[in-house]
């Protein structure tokens, strides 16, 4: 080693991510990569008076999470608008929206969301509940897992949504007896508000992406793949925001932007996705962001009934009926689209929950090999609630990486009262089907969906580890055969979310030339019981050997 040394991990494990097991082993970095990694007292002999020393004191030393679908910007606005996230129930949320309204009494619109389905009837909540709250001005809310929004009666007065507006192709209006909105609307219904509701601010979205940032680092997360970049939501162009982060050097993770394929539209979009990537390139070299992804929608969710399914939901009283889910893009089209972007050098990074849409999504994956051949752009799909046992096998057949929620893989009041008792009575058992998958010879990779759920990869490996949820009451969801062990949850918030993001030769594994990307955890969770790995936490984070996070508690901050 005759380089400095600049910081030495000493004194604890390591897991590097290219063995199941941890090691008694020390590690070196300088100039922000690792040097070397091996037994303490070799470790330690390169060490100067100017090298930082952290003792670990037997925690373990992990290569920084990766969350391989995230959406940061709009999280961390959620952060700063009127959060609802941290209500346990429909009072909390009530209550959280009213100390808002009276906080900023000169908002001309009430902002934000994070509320839960499973807090309200039939997830369901009502205009009216809202006018008690703020009578006099429009209130737009996002539900928790993005899909839906809940509205007061003034917001859908300027929108011009009435009993005679009709449900767009790809959404739903609840309604009322008299065909008037009742306060709810789903996917698609969302966009009826885009033409009056304000965009947030550009200050406001960078002021967001970094407060996700700060917050990531604390859940030991060092890079991502936001799965969607662009003008959306409302909000200005995250592109540009990245941009000037980068520029500015206040973004320190490295992140992967996955531009939004209008569902709307056509091929006549993809010269504008090609032209944005090559100008991403030029204007930011480095490693630091990409955009050589496009994100597709090719169906909604579950709980409000647009996951796309091989088998038409029941009704309230068991019922079959007509409806099975929304496929957002024609199949034939999504095959045309896959097709053209793989051969564009696109990595295609789909959203599909229902059996059908992971079908739809894999048949334009293989109509895309057929035509272009293999490529390297590593094709993956977020989310995977429902999968037949038929398309399991496929995801290793076309070099399909699975992109896995797991936080989701258990028994939960949204699960079991807004969806289970929707679907067929076997339905369980192809939840989620992790296990199956990993058998079949599919390559992992994991994600949170943040805000739609916590971004803490520590509990999202405890529920891929054990399906239950920490301090649950319930049962395990499926079979035990879905199940994961420790070393393959880690590695797949790891290595694995490192190739989905082209990050895979200098970071998601310690080894010497990789990037210091690091996470410690405590306790070491190799030595926890299996019901026990939610109380392990991450209590420092490093970039490229900087440390960016430190637990309050932690003595190495």
């Known amino acids: 080693m005759a380089t400095k040394t600049d910081l030495i991990f000493t004194g604890g494990w390591t897991f590097t991510a290219a063995s199941n097991t941890p090691e008694r082993l020390g590690v070196a970095v300088s100039d922000g990569r690792i040097k070397a990694i091996g037994p303490d007292v070799e470790i330690l002999a390169a060490a100067t008076e100017q090298t930082r020393v952290v003792d670990l004191d037997g925690a373990l030393l992990i290569p920084g999470f990766q969350d391989a679908h995230v959406h940061p910007a709009s999280a961390g606005m959620e952060l700063l608008q009127c959060n609802l996230s941290d209500a346990e129930s429909a009072a909390d949320a009530l209550g959280t929206i009213a100390a808002y309204a009276a906080k900023y009494p000169g908002a001309e619109w009430i902002l934000g969301g994070g ?13 009216q509940a809202l006018d008690r709250l703020v009578p006099d001005r429009p209130v737009l809310l996002f539900n928790r897992d993005h899909h839906g929004a809940w509205a007061n009666t003034r917001a859908f007065e300027l929108a011009g949504i009435h009993a005679g507006t009709a449900d767009p192709a790809d959404g739903r209006i609840e309604r009322e007896s008299d065909g008037s909105p009742a306060g709810t609307v789903h996917e698609g219904a969302m966009n009826l508000f885009d033409h009056v ?4 601010h550009p200050d406001l979205v960078y002021a967001g992406l970094l407060r996700a940032q700060e917050e990531l680092f604390g859940f030991g997360i060092t890079g991502w793949q936001d799965a969607a970049v662009g003008a959306l939501f409302g909000a200005s162009d995250t592109l540009e925001t990245y941009s000037a982060a980068v520029s500015e050097k206040t973004l320190r993770a490295h992140v992967r932007g996955a531009q939004w394929w209008e569902r709307d539209s056509g091929l006549e979009q993809l010269p504008r996705l090609t032209e944005r990537r090559a100008d991403v390139a030029a204007r930011l070299p480095g490693d630091a962001f990409s955009a050589g992804t496009v994100k597709i929608m090719v169906d909604g969710v579950a709980e409000n009934f647009t996951a796309a399914m091989t088998t038409p939901y029941l009704d309230n009283h068991g019922h079959c009926t007509d409806n099975a889910g929304l496929s957002f893009i024609d199949p ?115 994600g949170s969906d943040w805000p739609v759920s916590s971004a803490n990869p520590i509990e999202a490996i405890h529920v891929a580890v054990n399906r239950v949820a920490p301090h649950s009451p319930s049962g395990p969801l499926g079979d035990p055969s879905q199940r994961l062990d420790l070393a393959t949850a880690l590695t797949a918030y790891t290595a694995g979310s490192a190739y989905v993001n082209h990050r895979d030769h200098d970071t998601g594994m310690i080894a ?9 955890l405590r306790p070491n969770p190799f030595e926890l019981a299996p019901q026990d790995l939610h109380t392990t936490a991450v209590t420092s984070t490093w970039v490229r050997g900087e440390q960016v996070y430190a637990a309050a508690s932690n003595t190495n901050r």
């Open 115 to 127: 509320w839960s389905m499973d807090h309200f009837p039939g997830g369901t909540p009502t205009r």
């Open 197 to 200: 509701r304000p965009a947030a």
């Open 332 to 446: 034939e089209r999504l095959k045309e689209y896959v097709t053209a972007l793989d051969a564009a050098g696109f990595q295609v990074h789909f959203h599909a929950l229902g059996d059908r849409a992971v079908r739809e999504a894999l048949d334009a994956v293989e109509a895309a090999r057929r035509v272009n051949g293999p490529s390297g752009n590593r094709h993956h799909l977020a989310h995977l609630q429902v999968v037949s046992e038929a398309d399991a096998p496929r995801f290793a057949e076309l070099d399909v990486v699975v992109n896995m929620q797991a936080l989701w893989a258990c028994h939960e009041s949204q699960l079991d009262e807004l969806t289970l008792p929707f679907l067929p009575a076997d339905a369980e058992s192809r939840h989620y089907p992790f296990g199956e998958l990993l058998a079949s010879g599919a390559r992992l990779a994991a």
């Open 512 to 520: 010497p030339g990789y990037l210091a990307d690091l996470a410690v």
